[in-house]
């Protein structure tokens, strides 16, 4: 078969978003697609544009971002992962690559995606090994209060409250499927949603906002008002960059990977 004949690839993909500016190419800055698609040309001897299933932004993790590409036929899926995986920079790996359909498409046929956040409220959360990994909140935390706030979220919303950045094409509406906190021994607080789209900076908004009530600063009643389309209420700034992992995509064949933050 000629080298010229060319196959679908997908593979999901972890990256330390810290020395990134996100994930989508802008001129003169390192960015995950930049990287990505300079590591296949090396690879592949020729430009080749990488598609994903969602925009991160500067700072943000993924343990789970599923990407697409085109490369020669020929290739064998373990020797093309192993090339991968060697030719990258230390804050990129390839954890798992296949065969795709033709027309497969990282974004357009997701069906949902998760994301979880660290917030670090022990001892631990201080160390330096641990910074730039999660949000440190030095407050005491009421986690029925933050429970309670957060199954508010569930459902269909409107999230433009949410959002640095709206998509008027495609309104405010997001569908949450699942929202819930989870408490770790060493003091973390994880946050995770699962949702059909997100808005620009909507989890890291959510995240403040959320932390807020837990902490006495605002009420449940306020969240409610923040979900209304005619919200004049405003959230409070974003929860850093660093706590935020993208940790899987849904498609019809189900999730890309298991839910969970490697190395937390």
């Keep these: ?3 010229h004949t060319l196959a679908r690839f997908r593979a999901t993909v972890h990256y330390d978003g810290a020395a990134f500016r996100g994930w989508q190419l802008q001129p003169a800055e390192r960015t995950v697609q930049r990287v990505l698609e300079e590591t296949l040309a090396r690879l592949l001897t020729v430009p080749t544009r990488v ?3 969602g925009r991160t932004d500067t700072g943000v993790h993924a343990a789970g971002q599923e990407i697409a590409f085109d490369a020669a036929d020929h290739w064998q899926v373990a020797d093309l992962h192993r090339g991968l995986n060697a030719l990258a920079p230390d804050d990129v790996w390839i954890e798992q690559l296949s065969r795709a359909a033709a027309d497969f498409h990282p974004r357009f046929h997701a069906t949902a995606r998760r994301y979880e956040y660290l917030v670090g409220t022990g001892p631990l959360a201080m160390s330096p090994l641990r910074r ?3 949000w440190v909140v030095e407050r005491p935390i009421d986690i029925d209060a933050l429970a309670a706030a957060t199954r508010c979220i569930v459902g269909e919303h409107s999230f433009g409250a949410f959002a ?3 998509q008027p094409e495609r309104g405010t509406l997001c569908q949450v499927e699942e929202a819930s906190w ?3 021994p060493n003091g973390d607080l994880c946050f995770e949603i699962v949702a059909d ?3 620009h900076r ?5 995240v403040s906002t959320l932390i807020e009530i837990g902490s006495g600063k605002r009420s449940g009643k306020e969240l409610e008002e923040l979900l ?3 919200s004049t209420v405003r959230p409070p700034s974003p929860a850093p960059a660093g706590g935020l992992y993208l940790t899987g995509v849904r498609y019809e064949t189900g999730w890309n990977r298991t839910a969970g933050i490697p190395g937390s």
């Design 197 to 199: 789209r997100f808005l």
């Design 1 to 3: 078969m000629s080298d």
């Design 228 to 230: 209304a389309e005619d």
């Design 164 to 166: 640095k950045a709206g």
């Design 51 to 53: 598609h994903a299933a």
């Design 132 to 134: 730039g990994r999660l």
């Design 202 to 206: 909507m989890v890291r908004y959510l």
């Design 182 to 184: 989870t408490s770790r």
